[in-house]
């Protein structure tokens, strides 16, 4: 049978809606392009009766809601319904159309070849990106080694979370593609592509690893990129939901511990450095509704930065918990400070 879905509940969702929960600065119906590329004026423009978005600037994206959530968090398609689910309660239906689907056969050197069936574009390749991380160096670079302890990142730290260092992207990828192939290496996410072949990594220079652990598989990686001009301090795998950073950490926790929630993974290692219990979360729009039942059973401190976007992620995931009826703390920063500079500070965990 050839499934479809009814996307009507998502297509009536404001564009801005979307974009502002997003995470995207919107004024009128004007933003600065979430491609980076924007260094003055805005590019991105909203159209409010056509519930489309297009950007005029030099990446010249364009679409609507869903176009949106893929470009803007590197989702499938799939992927970005469930983002609308989680997010919005959008409820996209699957209906049966009681049709077979059309199969084709191409004829070819006389013999009659079966179709391929396209895979998905993205998954998570926890073999794959065990491989890779282990592959790299311990941190050793006097960039990552001043990053780390510019942070309160203690050596014991650094090797439980097992923070590696990739110094050469060129060789880097070359062993990948040589480990896993063309394909694999693309759909990892790990890789920039053109026509589903990978041409580069995604990192393209001297890097900080952060694995994502499930137990003992590697389930994702972030990056700390250290460029003059980079288009993002920290990039994320491309199409990979994102997960909650040292999840692990509450599997055998005692009911009632204080758990922090943080805006950002280095800030979850300081933390945890310092004897606290932390987990991480890659932006508010990825806290995903189904998580707030890991956290029941314990106290909550949600940590944002101290700037309007930490005070809007903050606001954003205490909202999940209550309305669950689960009360949460939220502590306030210092402006322009995060969780790293007040510990790296002042040296305590206070």
Same mark, same amino acid.
């Given at each position: 049978m050839n499934a479809k879905s009814d996307l009507s509940p998502i297509k009536q969702i404001p564009i801005i809606e979307v974009a502002k929960r997003l995470g995207i600065e919107v004024r009128g119906t004007k933003a600065m392009c979430f491609m980076g590329h924007d260094k003055a004026s805005p590019s991105l423009s909203? %159209?409010? #009766?056509? @519930?489309?978005w297009r950007c005029f600037g030099a990446c010249g994206k364009h679409g609507d809601a869903i176009n949106l959530v893929m470009e803007k968090e590197g989702l499938d398609f799939n992927a970005a319904l469930e983002w609308f %689910?989680? #997010?919005? @309660?959008?409820?996209?239906?699957?209906?049966?159309?009681g049709q077979r689907k059309r199969t084709c056969s191409i004829k070819q050197n006389n013999a009659m070849v079966a179709p391929v069936q396209k895979q998905s574009e993205f998954f998570s390749d926890s073999e794959l990106y065990t491989w890779f991380v282990n592959k790299c160096a311990f941190v050793s670079n006097p960039v990552g080694v001043n990053y780390l302890e510019s942070h309160g990142i203690s050596d014991v730290a650094a090797s439980r979370f097992n923070l590696?260092?990739?110094s050469s992207p060129a060789r880097a990828f070359r062993m990948l593609l040589q480990q896993w192939g063309e394909d694999r290496v693309f759909r990892s996410g790990i890789?920039?592509?053109?026509?589903?072949?990978?041409?580069?990594l995604i990192w393209g220079s001297y890097a900080l690893l952060f694995p994502f652990y499930d137990e003992v598989k590697i389930t994702y990686i972030q990056a700390r990129m250290f460029e003059k001009e980079p288009k993002a301090k920290f990039?994320?795998?491309?199409?990979?939901?994102?997960?909650l950073f040292n999840a692990d950490r509450l599997k055998s926790l005692p009911a009632g511990q204080t758990v922090h929630l943080c805006e950002?993974?280095?800030?979850v290692v300081s933390l945890e450095s310092k004897g606290l219990i932390a987990l991480g979360v890659l932006g508010a729009t990825s806290f995903r509704t189904e998580w707030v039942d890991r956290f029941l059973k314990f106290k909550v401190v949600v940590l944002g930065d101290g700037d309007e976007g930490g005070a809007k992620f903050a606001k954003d995931?205490?909202?999940?918990?209550?309305?669950r009826g689960k009360p949460v703390q939220c502590m306030t920063l210092p402006k322009g400070k995060d969780v790293s500079d007040v510990l790296a500070q002042d040296g305590s965990a206070k």
């Open positions: 909203f %159209s409010i #009766n056509y @519930n489309t %689910s989680n #997010n919005f @309660n959008a409820d996209v239906k699957r209906q049966f159309s590696r260092q990739m890789a920039w592509g053109r026509d589903g072949k990978p041409i580069s990039l994320n795998l491309r199409g990979i939901t994102k997960p950002g993974v280095p800030d995931i205490s909202k999940y918990f209550i309305d």
